[in-house]
């Protein structure tokens, strides 16, 4: 890959197509001292997914659909 004058970059259609990308998906370009790393951005599921299990842990296993909700409001 090359980076183009404007800033710009192509991901090949091989690496869109195995990660689902399609246009207009939002990514998230984070830095490291290894380099630089571009990845999807979470939907909302997967971000309330992880705030969940961030907030409670493994517990979504052993709830029911009602203990969640009430968690939630």
Request: cysteine-free; aromatic content about 4%; overall charge negative.
């Amino acid at each position: 890959m090359k980076l183009n004058q404007s800033g710009q970059v192509t991901i090949p259609k091989v690496i869109r197509e195995q990660f689902g990308l399609e246009p207009d998906t939002e990514l998230i370009v984070e830095t490291s001292k290894d380099g630089i790393l571009i990845k999807p951005m979470p939907t909302h599921r997967e971000q309330v997914n992880q705030w969940f299990k961030d907030e409670h842990g493994d517990e979504l296993a052993t709830l029911t659909t009602d203990q969640i909700m009430n968690l939630i409001q």
